[in-house]
């Protein structure tokens, strides 16, 4: 077998994709360990190493600590929200609903969108005066929450979580859909047959048996979420004030400052963020999953 | 589980309501891009008092437009098609010949799904490499970024096509090349419809690309585009949602024809089973 194996399976197949990846990924990835510890910028002739010099400025740099902390608040609010809404919404179509294909398609529909596109549709929407949002609002009567979404430094943050959400709700859904569609039928048969009511049927077999699908909507969430750019830029721009600035909005800053070395070194704080969070929370729901 | 009429009917009726809180914002773009600049400024639900069709001949009108929409699909189709043939390669190998080597492969391919990409130092490689501002460049990153996905995808397809096909055609004294191209691709061809719907939906709505590999307006794509024609235009908004639309009816078009295709290509490998 083994000779059939080298024979037929050449790991020089292996190449150009590795090719392509190791050049344009992995060389950047480990060059700019290196970088962000040089004082490379637009002015620089040649690069100096100076140590952890970058990292400490970042951390002595308040915007940054603020971009820190409002890219974990996103990818938290976010990750729990849109697991909530996906959940539910997974569960509403997973009954014998009418329509239910068309819902899917239609909740899904955001997620396939340029998240530019629907960054300018939500400057539109939150508009102050006339957005669809405070429109509503007056209408049902609830006109002292027409706020400036995204110029009032107390709101803007969550406008942005919320655009997220309603973006991305429909990715998580059709993930616990299709893990609600694993289970077998006769499970709920003889749960009904026990006399279980709906909550306790989901609280021990629908629950249980998702927690594949958990896993996956978690730490893709996770993931996804912390890497956050376009969203925010194109709906406040880290403003007002620097009170939505996240790391990816920062790392662009440097960038047009020219302060590369020192872009790098954030871009690395990001990458450091989301092993620290995504991999713990990998294993711990890896653990509870149950096998079928 | 029985569920009563009436707990069935709120179900539809949370469902209704949910989706018209998705679809509204589109049928606000829809009406709007119609409008004139004064009226599209209001955002109203309301449908045009004179349509406007020439908001849409003006942004056709624009030779930037018509260019980047060209960009995006050459770049699209360069990387999907080298996307596609690198990842199968790869997955074939990674699937069919387990061993250290191989599994080590594959996780560093894997790697590629959660680190975020090294922008800065991938401007200074690319303007070293001379590729910086240039179509191969960001169509070579473009593969690199999408690869790990595809790689992911195929290897779980791979294991669908029978080893015993393989040792069939070896007997009767099939090459490997072609055993590769002419008896295993075109068995796993729902997958590279899977992977091109995804890779192009990929490139399609990407910003962050060409935002940091591309200066030159000429080789923009239409993404970026959008962003300098709303600095541009922003006091007109019925003009900027004509070229929203513009941007997005391909993608919608797509989505409501092979939507079966796309969610289950753009979640693939999510669920086991």
Redesign the interface.
């Known amino acids: 077998m083994t000779n ?2 080298r ?5 020089w ?2 190449f ?3 090719a ?2 190791g ?7 480990g ?2 360990l290196y ?1 962000s510890l040089t004082d490379w910028n637009i002015n620089t002739t040649a690069i100096h190493f100076v140590g952890l010099k970058n990292f400490r400025d970042l951390f002595a740099d308040k915007k940054l600590t603020a971009a820190l902390a409002h890219t974990l608040v996103y990818a938290f609010s976010v990750t729990i929200l849109r697991n909530a809404i996906g959940l539910g ?1 997974a569960l ?2 997973n ?1 014998k ?4 294909g ?16 629907i960054g ?3 400057t ?2 939150y ?1 102050p005066a ?3 949002l405070n ?1 509503g609002l007056k209408l049902v009567g609830l006109r002292f929450m027409a706020v400036d979404w995204l110029n009032d430094p107390k709101f803007a943050l969550l406008s942005t979580i919320l655009v997220d959400v ?1 973006r991305t709700s ?2 998580t859904m ?2 616990y859909l ?2 609600l569609q ?1 289970i077998p039928t006769e499970l ?1 048969e003889s749960a ?1 047959l026990d006399g279980a009511r ?1 909550p306790q ?1 989901f609280r021990y077999i629908m629950f249980p048996l998702i927690a ?2 958990l896993t ?2 978690l730490t ?1 969430s996770l ?1 996804g979420t912390m ?1 956050v ?2 969203m925010i830029l ?1 709906l406040t721009n880290g403003g007002p004030g620097y009170t939505t600035e996240v790391i ?1 909005t920062y ?1 662009m800053t440097a ?1 047009s400052l020219g302060l ?1 070395g020192q ?2 070194a954030a ?2 704080l ?2 450091a963020l ?2 620290l969070i ?1 991999a713990p929370v990998l294993v711990l729901l890896r653990k509870r999953e149950v096998a079928l | 589980m029985k569920t009563s009429r009436v707990s069935h009917a709120l179900l539809f009726v949370a469902c209704a309501f949910l989706g018209f809180i998705v679809l509204t914002p589109f049928a606000m773009i829809l009406v709007n891009s119609l409008k004139n600049s004064r009226e599209s400024a209001l955002f109203g639900l309301n449908l045009p008092k004179e349509f406007v069709w020439k908001n849409y001949a003006f942004v056709l009108s624009k030779p930037a437009v018509i260019r980047s929409f060209l960009n995006t699909i050459l770049i699209g189709v360069f990387t999907v098609v080298c996307t596609n043939i690198f990842a199968a390669m790869a997955a074939y190998v990674i699937q069919r010949r387990p061993g250290k080597l191989t599994k080590t492969a594959y996780y560093v391919f894997l790697l590629g799904l959660i680190i975020p990409v090294s922008i800065i130092p991938t401007i200074r490689l690319m303007m070293n490499l001379g590729i910086h501002n240039t179509y191969q460049g960001i169509i070579l990153y473009y593969i690199a970024v999408n690869l790990p996905f595809s790689i992911f995808l195929f290897t779980g397809f791979m294991s669908s096509v029978p080893r015993e096909m393989d040792e069939a055609a070896m007997l009767e004294g099939c090459g490997r090349l072609r055993l590769f191209f002419s008896i295993i691709l075109p068995l796993i061809s729902t997958v590279f419809v899977t992977s091109t719907i995804v890779v192009s939906i990929a490139v399609w709505d990407d910003f962050i690309g060409p935002f940091y590999l591309i200066s030159d307006y000429k080789k923009w794509t239409i993404v970026l585009n959008i962003y300098s024609f709303v600095s541009q235009y922003e006091t007109n908004w019925g003009v900027v949602f004509a070229f929203l639309m513009l941007v997005m009816s391909p993608i919608l078009i797509l989505y409501f024809t092979l939507q079966r295709y796309i969610i289950s290509g753009v979640t693939a490998g999510s669920v086991k089973g």
Not at chain 1, 7 to 11: A, F, H, L, S, T
Not at chain 1, 97 to 100: D, T, V
Not at chain 1, 102 to 111: E, G, I, K, Q, S
């Open positions: 059939i194996q024979q037929n399976y050449p790991y197949f292996l150009p994709a590795f392509v990846f050049l344009l990924f992995l060389l950047p990835t060059t700019g970088y919404l509403m179509l009954t609903m009418r329509l239910r068309f819902f899917r398609t239609v909740f899904f529909l955001p997620y396939v969108i340029s998240p530019i596109i300018y549709l939500f539109a929407i508009h006339h957005g669809l429109e309603w429909g990715f059709v993930i299709a893990g694993l709920f009904a709906y049927t594949p699908s996956v909507n893709l993931i890497k750019f376009v194109v990816n790392v960038f590369y872009g790098t871009n690395l990001l990458t989301i092993i995504g």
